[in-house]
């Protein structure tokens, strides 16, 4: 079952990704050790350190335009 977070963090993420032409079909806050972000090419797929998981909207896509730009 898609979390709530989850579900936030995939909307916003594909928003972000349309802008530069990306899809992204997966994205999940995980409970990474330490402030990460995971990339995957091959299936579209955002994973992000489940500390950022009560950021603030403005803060997650500054995040996500970051992790989107390093994919290119």
Do not use: N
Request: hydrophobic share 45%; with cysteine.
């Amino acid at each position: 079952m898609v979390s709530t977070d989850d579900e936030r963090l995939l909307q916003m993420a594909a928003a972000e990704g349309a802008k530069t032409g990306t899809e992204v079909v997966s994205a999940e806050f995980r409970p990474f050790k330490q402030f990460s972000f995971k990339w995957s090419h091959g299936g579209s797929v955002i994973e992000v350190s489940d500390y950022c998981d009560s950021a603030p909207d403005a803060a997650l896509a500054d995040l996500l335009q970051y992790i989107l730009a390093y994919a290119r």
